[in-house]
C-alpha cells in the first residue's frame, strides 16, 4: 500500500464472469483512478476444486494481470461459501441451529466450531497463502467475509459450551444461580444433565450462549489470522469486513434491508483483535433517502474499534433496484467515508453476476460491463482522490462524546422488548441519529472498549445489562464531571441478565438522584406537548430535578426526564422513548452542561459538518449536503478555504450549496492566507 | 381453611430468590391482610434435583415460617416443568407433536400419556404428599398446572387413540362411515391401515383426536388426584387452575395476549371430576381497557363447573407492562372476583423474578421486593377482607339465563370458520359481552353439563355440532316454555362434524320456524340500518315472524333474525353477525318473553351490578364501576345499605361512584332497617 | 359423446354419501338437462379398499343408473389421493420437498417418480379399465387430477435430476458455466458431488430443477394416458383438468382464493400431449366482483394448447361462502365459457360433502340435496343448451393477437422480483385484463407452443428468460410485419437465467431500437400524469420514438415507453408498471399498427363482446353483460340475430341488457334475413 494512499477499487470475481475481460476491466478501473481490487474470497470451489487439488491459473493470471495494470489486490480467504465436495464429504459441517440442520447451497451455512471442517479450511488458506501471499500486489489479506457463528448449535459447539460454563461457574450450583435456573425446574445438580440449548427459554442462559457463540466467531477470525501471520509480509495487512444488523423489510426471496446497527452475531470489538485494520461493509438506501446516517454510524463505529482509521471493504454502487444512485450521491457517499475516517473504500462489486442469487444487486456497472453514468461519477472520484488523497488520508477525529453500545443489551432486549416495534438498535439508532442529524460528533464505543478519560459526554442506549464494575465507573465519570445521558431500560439487569433486586436504577440511583418502581406503556400520555411513543418508567425524582412531567390523568404524578448534578457533573435519565424533537432538547442542554457547546456547528441536518486533523495538524471541515434541493449555507468558521475549489469563506459568508453537494473546508489563518 | 374465610393471598417461589427473605416477605403479607400462599407447583428440579434424590429442605423452612406467620398454604405437585435429570434420561418424553419433537426447555412439553413418565410423575408426587400434606398450615393441593394436552402425538399417543376409535366405532366401515373417510380415499379395512393423525386432513377426525386428547389430559389430573387422595386429610381441598383460550396478539418472544374464552386444550366440565374446588387462572387488560367481562366470563364458567363457589389461583396485579394499573382498579378487580362468587383470590405472584423468560410479568411487588402502589392497595382490599370475609364468603347466584359453551364446536369453527376474523370464542364474546354489558346475568354452561330445567333462557353461541339428544332437548326445552336465543353455524353437523343432511336447522327447523339453503358473506348488507359485520344465512321464515330482514338488492329478500313462537316457548335464531347494538335488542326482546326483564337492572355498563345471596339468605348487589370519570347512579332498589361505608340508599336516591369504584349493596327491609 | 352436444353435468361422488340417492340425483340432472357426471377420480380407497382387493360394485351400481337415466360418464382414474394401506405399507411413497415429508392425510402427496409407486397406481388403474371402460355410459376419461409434481425433492428424483443434467450438459464444467455455479463456490468437478437441491440459492439450477420436475408430472400424466389407451373405445376421449396459479389470500385452514394465471408446477402446452381434448378446473370471484376475466383467461389459454374447443371440466357453483352466485351470474358464466370456446362444463361437485375438509365448498346442491336457486338456475341453462346446443357447439376462433407466456418466466420473476406486490401473473393479467376489458380478443399462448404466422400482434409480459432463438423470431417477427408489444423485465436472460452479457434488451436492441443500462422502483414518478406503480427501466430512445417520458427531477432524463419502426412491423417497450389506463391507449395505438382497429368492438367491459365461427360458417357474437345494473348497448354490427329471442338488432339500435344478462348475436345478412 502506498504511503498516505486512499485505496479506491471494487471487489472483483474473474470466476464469475462467462468470458475473460480482466484487461478491459483493469484498464477501466484505472481510467476511474481506482487502485485497488478484492479477490478470491467465496471462490473455494473454484481453488480448490476436488479434494485437496488446487487450481491457482485463475488467480495466477488476474495477480499478473493486477500488477501489470498498476492495481492492488486485498486476497480475501475463501473460506465463507463451502464447495459441494465437501458437503458431500462431510455432510455433518452443515451447521445445525434451532431450526435444523442446513442444506448445501447458501453460503456461510457451515460449523465453524468444527475441528475438522477447521482442517479443510486450514489447507485451503495455507495453500492459498503459500502460492499466492507474496505476490508484489498483494497488500493486504481479508479473513473470510462477514463471519458470524451462523446461530451453529451441533453437538460439538454444545459440548464446548457446557466445558466454558464449567469453567466460568465451577459447579451445577452456582450455574443454577447465577441465572436463577429453579425457575420452571430448569436446576442441575449434574454437569451431565446440562439440557440441548435449542429449547432454552432462561433469557439469561440463552444470551449467554449467544455470547459463546459469537466468541466462538470471532476465535474463528483470530485462527485465519495466525494461519496469515506466518505467510504474509510484514507490510501486508490483515483485515475483516465487518457487517452490521441488517435492517429488513420485505419478504423472501428478495428481502430488502440495510445496515442498521449494532451487530448481534460477532461482537466487533473482540473480533477486531485479531486485525491490523479494521474493515466494515456498508449498505445504506439511497435516492430521497439518502442522508448519511448509516454510513457515520457504521464509520464512528468502526473507527473506534481500533481507535484508528478504518477501510471500507465494501459499499453499494447501484445495488438493490430502490437504490439507483442520483447524480452526485456516489460522491457524496464516498466523501461522507473520508469524512468518518475512512482511509479507502471499495464498492461490492465492479460488475454485476450473471447467475445465482444476486444479478439484481448491482455492483458499479451493469451485466453488460459498460460505461454508466455511475462509472462516470466513480471517475470524478478516483480523479479527485489522486490529486487529494495524500491530504485526506488519516483524519484523526478527538470526539468528547462517546456513545455506549452493548451485544449484550441487545440480545436482551429481544427477550424482553420494550414494546412491539422498538429494538435495541431502534433505541441505539434513535440517541445517534439526533446527534448526528444535530453535528454533535460522536465516536460509538462497546462498554467493554470503553476509555471514560478520552470523554466529556456519554450517551447510553438502553445498557439493559452491564457489571456492577461498569456500573461503578459510569458513577465515577458523572462524580468526577462527566455528564451521562441514558435511555429508559438502562442499568436493569447484571451481565446475566439477572434483574437487580433493589431499586432502580440499581447502584445509579443517587447518580441520576431518582428511582422508580413501576414502569408502563404510553397510551395518551405526553411529555412537553409531545407524544409518548413507546414504553414509559415512572420517575419519581429524589435529588434529581424533572426535567418533563408525564401528562396524563394518572401518570402526571410522576417525571418522564430528570436532570441531577452529581459530584461535579451531570446525570439525564430518559425514561421513555420520546419524539426526536425533545431528545434533541435534552442533548443540547447536556452538551452545554459538558462544555462542549462551542465545538459544535450551528447548523443541522440537511447540512452536515464533520470535521478532523490530519496528522499534520491541519483541521478539515467535511461540508456534506443531504439534499436534493439546492441552498445558501451561512459559514460558520472564521476563515476556510475549500481544497475542491481552492475558494475562501469568512464567517458569514454564503457557501452555496448544490443538490447533494460536497466541499472540503480547510480552516486557514484569518489573516493571512 | 377456616370457616368462611376469603382465601387472599399470592403464589409464592423461594426457590427463585437470589437471597432469602421469606420473614420479610411473610410480615408484609400478613401487613396486607394476606391469609395464604401456593407454593411447590413447577418446583420439581428443586424437590428432586437428581433422579430419585429428594430435597425438602426449603419447602421444610416455607411451611414452617409461614405455619408460625399465620399463613395457610396450597401445595401444587410439582409436575408442569420437568427437570433436566429426566428429560436426558428419557428424550422420549418430551412431546411430539404435528410440528416435530420439543427440545427442552420450556414448561409443559411432556407427552403426559406416557406411562414411563407417569412413574416419575407419581415418584416425586408421593414423595413431595408423604413429606409435606400432614403439615397443619396446608390447607388445600393444586394439581399440577393450567394442564393441558400440549397436542401431544407420540407413538404412543396414536395407538392409544385408535384403541379407542376401535372401542367406539368397532368396525372399520362404521369409522368410514361416521367420519366419512372415503373422501380424498381416506377410508380404511383394516385397523392397522389407520394412518398418523399429524396429517389429518379430516376434520371431523381431527376434533375426535383432540377430543381424545383433551381426556387423556383430564384423566391426567384424575389420576393425580388420587395420588393426592391418599395422603390429604378430609378437610384439605383439591383444586386445579383452570385456564380459558388465550387471545394473543403481538409476536413473540414477549407477545401480549389475555385469558378470552372457552378452553381448547382440556375441558374444564370433564377435568373438575377429579377436584373438590374449582379454580381459575385469569389475566384480563386493565387501565383503560378494564371492564370486568374477563372476570365475569371466567368466573360464570368455574363456577358452573360444579355450581358452587371456586377460587382464583392466579390473578394478575401488575403483570405486563401495559397493565400496570391505575389506582383503584386492583380492589375493583378483586370485589369482581367475589361477585361472581369467586371465595379467594391469589395474585401471580408476589414478586417479580429475577430470571426465565418472565421478568416483565411483574408480581404485587417489583424486583426490588419494596413496598410500592400496588402492594399499598392490596393492603386495603386485605383489611376490608378480614373485616367483611365472614359476610362476602359463599356468594349464591341463581341465574335464569345459561349461555352454552362447547368445546367441540370450538375446534369445529377452527376447520370451518364463518370468515376471516371470527372464531368460535369471538362469537361467545359477542353474546356473553352484550349479556354483560346489560347487566343480565348469566351461567356459562358447558352443553354437556346443561341441566335444562333450571334455565329461563338459554343463549346458544354457534354451536356447530351437537347431537340428535341434544337437540331434541332444546327442542323440549323450548315447547316447555323456554327461550332460546341461537346465534348463526349453530346446529350444523352432529358431533363427528357430519353436515346433517336435511334441510338446517335440521330437527330444529320447526322449533325455529324457518329454515335456510344458503348461506354467504356480507358485503354492504345491512339490517335495520346497521351492518351486518360477517357471515350471513339466508333466513326463509316458515311458521317464524321476521325481526330482521336483509337490507340488500339481492339478499334483501331474505330475514336475518326471525323469532317464533313454539309450543309454550320461543326460539330466536340470529342468522348473522350483526352489531352488539341490534344483538341486546334481541336479548331484551329475548328476556321479556322469558319473564326476566323485571330481575334485570336497569342499568349498564360502565355501571355493573351482580347480586346474590348468601347462606343466611341475605341479598348483596355489587355495584361496579368500570370508569376513569365519577358519575352518580340513581339508586334502583327499593332500600339497600352499602356493606363498606354503612350509607343507607333508597329506590331513585343518587349514589356517588368515582372512578373505578365499588359498593355492596345489601338489600334492608324498606322501613324498619 | 353424442355428435355436436353441448356436456353440461357435474362431478358425483356416490363414495361420499350417507345414503343412496342416485336415483333421485340422477333423475334432477336429467330436470336441469344435464347430460354427464364425472366420477371416480380420488376414490381410490373405495376401489380398492385393500392391497389388491378390488371392490367395483358401487362403481358398478352408478354406470348402471346412469347409463339408465341417459347419463353419459367421464371416468376418472382415482391416483390423486392414495389409500391408507399404501401409505402404511410404502411411508417413502409420502413426498419429500424442501420442508420435509409429508404427512399422510392430504390429496396430492405422493411421490409420483417413484416407480414402486407407479406399480400400484398402474395395478389399480388397469383393474379399472379392464372393468368399466368398456361401458356404453362411458364417453371418455379423465386422468388423475389438476396433476402438479408436488415440488417432489426426493432422492430417487435428485437422482433423475443429476442423470438429465449429465445428459444435458456433458460435463460438469459445462454445468457450472451453464449456470455459473462459481458464484458463492458452488462449482462441481465430479458428477458425485452434485448436491442437494433442496438448499440451492442458484436461481438458475433451482428454476432448472423446477422445469424438470414439471416434465415428470407431465410424463406422469402420459404414462397414464398409454395406459388408457390400451383399454378405451376409438371414440373415448382422454382428458386431464389443468388448473391455474391459486391466488391466495386469507389463512389456513380456510384460506380463499382463485383461478389466476399460468400453473407454476406443471407446464400445460407439455402435459397437453397426453389429451385428445383439453380440459380446465376454474374458480373465480363472484357477485360484485364477478367481470369473466378468469373465465376468458383460463379458455384463451386452455383452447390454445391443441388450437381446439376444450372442456370445462370443474367449475364452481355455490363454492366458497362468499361466491353464492346473485340470480343470473350461473348462467352468464356458462356462456361465457361457450364464448371462450367451450364445449361444456361440469360443476364441481352436484352436491355438497358432509365431512372432510371441504363442507364449506358448496355443489350446485346443499347437503340437503334440495332444489335451491342455483339448481333451478341450472334448469334454465340446462334446457337453453338442450335446445340450441347444436349450433353453440364447436365455436372457431381466428385471433390475431397473442399474449405470450412462460412457465420458466414466472418461476425466474419468483426469484427475481420486480417489487414486492408484482408477481409474473400479475403481469399478465395487468396486460391480459387490458386486452379483455377493451374487448381485444386474444390467444394466450405458450413461448414454446408459439406459431409466429398465425398472428398479427404480439404482447409479452415480463419474459424474462428467452433463447437466442426465440428472440431471433420475435426480431424477425417484427421485421416482416408484426405488433409486439412487450412489457418491462423481458429478455434479460437466457434459459439458464444467465443474464445476457450485452446491452439489454440484448439481440432485442435494434427492434426495440432503445436500450437502458440502468432500472430502479418509481417513487413519486409520474407518465403522462400518470403514477408509475412499479419498476422502471431507464429507457434510451436510439431509433425509437418515445410514447412517453418519465416525470420526475432525475428519471425524467429517460423514456418510460417507446415505439419503433422496425422492418415493416412496430415494436413497444413498456418499461415501467403503469396504470391500465395507460397500458390500454398504448395496446389502441399498437392494434391500430397492426391493422386490427376495425376488428376490435367499440364498446368495453362491462359489456363484453367475444366472437366465433361455427363450421357451418355462421358468424356470433357472445354479448355477456358483467354488471348489476341494466343498461342499454348501442349495436355495433350491421344487422345481428339474437338467438334466444330471435330479436333483430341492426347497428345503431338499442339492445337492452339486463343485469348479468347474456345475449348471443348471429350476423345476419343486411337486407334479407
Redesign the interface.
Known sequence: MKNRQLLFGAAY?P??L??DREEQDFQMMRRAGMNVIRIAE?????LE??DGRFCFSLLDRTLQRAQQAGLQVILGT?TY?????L??KHPEFLVVT?KGQ??????Q?MDLANPDFRFYAERVIRALLAHAAKHPAVIGFQLDNETKHYHTASVWVQRLFRSYLMQKFHTPQQLN?A????????????W?????M???????LACEFDRFRRSLAADYLKWQAELVNAYKRPAQFIVHNFDFEWKTF??P??PDGYSYGVQPDINHLEASAALTVCGADIYHPT??KLTGAEIAFCGDSTRCLKQKNYLVCETQA?AF????P??GQLRLQAYSHLATGANGMLYWHWG??????E??WRGLL?????E??PYREACVIGREWEHLGDKLYGLQKNNRIALVVDTLSLHAL????TG?ELSYNDVVRWMYDALYTENMECDVVDIHGLDFSRYHMLVVPALYCASEETLEKLDQFVNAGGVLVSSFRSFV?DE?????????PHRLARCFGMHY?????P?NVTLQGEPVLD?ME?LVPDSAETVAQYTH??WGAYAGITRAKYGTGTAYYIGCHTTEKLLKSVFAQAAEDAGLTAEIPQTSFPVILRSGSTAGGERWHYLLHYS?QSRQWCCAYPRVKDLLTNQVFCRGETVPLAAWDVRILQDVPEQNS
Do not use: M
Open positions: 470475481y470466476e464469475y462467462p468470458y467465496s471462490t473455494w470451489s473454484t476444486p476436488q475463501p461459501a463451502i464447495p459441494p465436495w458437503a458431500k434451532e442446513a442444506h448445501y447451497g447458501h453460503r451455512l444461580r441465572f436463577g435456573l429453579a425457575y420452571w425446574s430448569n436446576a442441575i445438580e449434574d451431565n444433565d446440562f439440557p440441548d435449542r429449547g432454552c427459554v432462561n433469557a439469561g420485505g419478504t426471496p428478495a435516492q430521497d447501484q433496484p430502490a437504490w439507483t442520483y447524480p454485476t453476476t450473471y447467475n445465482g442469487v444479478t439484481y451493469g451485466q453488460d460491463y459498460a454508466n453514468p429481544r427477550w424482553f422488548p412491539k439487569a446475566q441478565l439477572s434483574v437487580w433486586a433493589d431499586t432502580p418502581c413501576q414502569y408502563t406503556l397510551h414504553w415512572l390523568p394518572v436534493r
